[in-house]
């Protein structure tokens, strides 16, 4: 039976879903996740425990596994475990992307950098110390972008830190919450020190797209174009949804698959998943970022392949034919398909979802699913690294799955209470 070794941040949804398709394919999958090694497989699932912080022990531990049990193929879920497969491969010999890949694919900064070297359309940006990042002095830089700008983590996901600026009062204001956020206890527990800096960069305009990608020994396969239908223009950035196949005409579609080609292909990348995210405007396209692995948790839902006899492939049974050596041969399934990531409204203790059932209803609605917990304290962007959870459908026009997006996510209401602190023996409830 082959054996691919899975590198994930924690079990979760998608990892359910690699499971379900590795004994489909009667593929050994391996864990190998970020865990405390002193406890006696908490889990229950044999995996390898690691700290992506330790990167050569890490390394060191995974390598001496195979040696016991040969791996044939790699995978990685999510940006912390990017670099440690890319190494993790290096050391097996085994076809990925390359750890300095890997490695600038995550910083939004070097990828600025290797995305202005390549001759692609950058944004103007400039990159701060955390603690001497100062409003006027940056104004006042020659490299400053002008206003409006956008302010940003290097290497936080899903827009988490990510602000517009349209003045140096609100400026100022992005700073200080960015400064907060990369100074809470559970982003320096990464122990990155890429969350020492931050970057400011010129606002781009236009229309947002995302596009999942696989390269195969250097070249990028796109398997779909997202459309982001909602405008993404600030104050936060928050993705609300994702629909396929894309509406773009075929000569903007042309433009996007080439950009992120070039992007990929400046970063170094050369074979594995990726996730792509850019803007088009008048002006070409621009690349905001390339992801070394695939889209995330349950939005992978939405990219289903054709089978030759008439059944559909998940996302993850394909990628782990690819880990396995297979060419990129598959062809997205006809059916318009889409997402809604739900919004938390305001920070608060979650309680309970009403409408599930109204929603679940609506046509073309495949699926509601509502992940947060209950007592789970929520937290909107651009601090939260969550939603409340996901709306799937499927139907025949794109269209016709935002229409049924929009009106399932009208059916719902949650209750959302206060959340109440502990000040000097009272207690207080925070004002969203």
Same mark, same amino acid.
């Given at each position: 039976? &082959?054996?691919?070794?899975l590198?994930t941040?924690?079990?979760?949804?998608?990892?359910?879903?690699?499971?379900?398709a590795?004994?489909?394919?009667?593929?050994?999958?391996?864990?190998?996740?970020?865990r405390?090694?002193?406890?006696?497989?908490?889990?229950q699932?044999?995996?390898?425990?690691?700290r992506?912080?330790?990167?050569?022990?890490?390394?060191?531990?995974?390598?001496?596994?195979?040696?016991?049990?040969?791996?044939?193929?790699?995978?990685?879920?999510?940006?912390?475990?990017?670099?440690?497969?890319?190494?993790?491969?290096?050391?097996?010999?085994?076809p990925?992307?390359?750890?300095?890949?890997?490695?600038a694919?995550?910083?939004?900064?070097?990828?600025?950098?290797?995305?202005r070297?390549?001759?692609?359309?950058?944004?103007q940006?400039?990159?701060?110390?955390?603690?001497?990042?100062?409003?006027?002095?940056?104004?006042s830089?020659?490299s400053?972008?002008?206003f409006?700008c956008?302010?940003?983590?290097?290497?936080?996901?899903?827009?988490?830190?990510?602000?517009?600026?349209?003045?140096?009062?609100?400026?100022?204001?992005?700073?200080?919450?960015?400064?907060?956020?990369?100074?809470?206890?559970?982003?320096?527990a990464?122990?990155?020190p890429?969350?020492?800096?931050?970057?400011?960069e010129?606002?781009?305009?236009?229309?947002?797209?995302?596009?999942?990608g696989?390269?195969?020994?250097?070249?990028?396969?796109v398997?779909?174009i997202?459309?982001?239908?909602?405008p993404?223009?600030?104050?936060?950035?928050e993705e609300?949804?994702?629909?396929?196949?894309?509406?773009?005409t075929?000569?903007?579609q042309q433009a996007?698959?080439?950009?992120?080609?070039?992007?990929?292909?400046?970063? @170094?990348?050369?074979?594995?998943?990726?996730?792509?995210?850019?803007?088009?405007?008048?002006a070409?396209?621009?690349?905001?970022?390339v992801?070394?692995?695939?889209i995330g948790?349950?939005?992978?839902?939405?990219?289903?392949?054709?089978?030759?006899?008439g059944?559909?492939?998940?996302?993850?049974e394909?990628?782990?034919?690819?880990?396995?050596?297979?060419?990129?041969?598959?062809?997205?399934?006809?059916?318009?398909?889409?997402?809604?990531m739900?919004?938390?409204?305001?920070?608060g203790?979650?309680?309970?979802?009403? @409408?599930?059932?109204?929603?679940?209803?609506? &046509?073309?609605?495949?699926?509601?699913?509502?992940t947060?917990?209950?007592?789970?304290?929520?937290?909107?962007?651009?601090?939260g690294?969550?939603?409340?959870?996901?709306?799937?459908?499927?139907?025949?026009?794109?269209?016709?799955?935002?229409?049924a997006?929009r009106?399932?996510h009208?059916q719902?209401?949650?209750?959302?209470? &206060?959340?109440?602190?502990?000040?000097?023996?009272?207690?207080?409830?925070?004002?969203?």
């Amino acid at each position: 039976m &082959p054996r691919v070794l899975l590198l994930t941040t924690t079990t979760g949804y998608q990892t359910r879903a690699f499971g379900a398709a590795a004994e489909q394919l009667e593929v050994e999958l391996v864990f190998a996740t970020d865990r405390c090694d002193r406890l006696d497989d908490p889990w229950q699932d044999a995996a390898i425990p690691i700290r992506f912080h330790e990167e050569d022990r890490s390394v060191d531990r995974i390598v001496d596994a195979a040696r016991r049990h040969p791996i044939d193929g790699i995978l990685v879920v999510g940006d912390r475990p990017a670099v440690l497969g890319a190494r993790v491969a290096e050391a097996l010999r085994l076809p990925w992307h390359p750890p300095e890949a890997a490695a600038a694919a995550g910083n939004k900064l070097l990828s600025r950098e290797r995305f202005r070297a390549a001759g692609l359309h950058t944004p103007q940006f400039v990159e701060r110390p955390l603690d001497g990042a100062h409003s006027s002095a940056l104004i006042s830089n020659s490299s400053f972008p002008g206003f409006p700008c956008v302010v940003k983590p290097l290497s936080l996901s899903g827009s988490r830190g990510v602000m517009r600026a349209d003045d140096e009062a609100s400026l100022a204001a992005a700073i200080g919450r960015l400064h907060s956020l990369l100074s809470s206890p559970e982003v320096r527990a990464e122990h990155n020190p890429a969350h020492e800096r931050i970057l400011i960069e010129e606002f781009i305009p236009g229309r947002e797209f995302a596009v999942e990608g696989l390269m195969h020994h250097g070249t990028l396969h796109v398997l779909a174009i997202f459309d982001k239908p909602d405008p993404l223009d600030g104050p936060f950035f928050e993705e609300t949804i994702y629909r396929t196949p894309s509406t773009a005409t075929g000569g903007e579609q042309q433009a996007i698959e080439s950009a992120i080609a070039a992007a990929a292909s400046a970063l @170094g990348l050369r074979h594995g998943a990726v996730h792509a995210e850019c803007r088009v405007n008048d002006a070409g396209v621009y690349v905001l970022e390339v992801a070394a692995r695939p889209i995330g948790g349950l939005c992978a839902r939405t990219v289903r392949f054709d089978r030759r006899n008439g059944s559909v492939m998940p996302l993850e049974e394909l990628l782990l034919r690819h880990a396995l050596g297979e060419a990129p041969s598959w062809r997205r399934e006809a059916t318009a398909s889409g997402v809604m990531m739900i919004p938390i409204p305001r920070r608060g203790t979650y309680r309970s979802a009403d @409408g599930v059932d109204a929603a679940r209803a609506v &046509p073309y609605v495949s699926s509601v699913e509502i992940t947060a917990k209950a007592d789970q304290l929520l937290l909107p962007l651009p601090e939260g690294a969550s939603y409340l959870g996901f709306i799937f459908a499927r139907a025949a026009a794109p269209a016709d799955v935002e229409t049924a997006l929009r009106t399932a996510h009208a059916q719902l209401r949650f209750r959302i209470d &206060p959340e109440f602190r502990i000040v000097r023996g009272s207690a207080r409830a925070l004002q969203s």
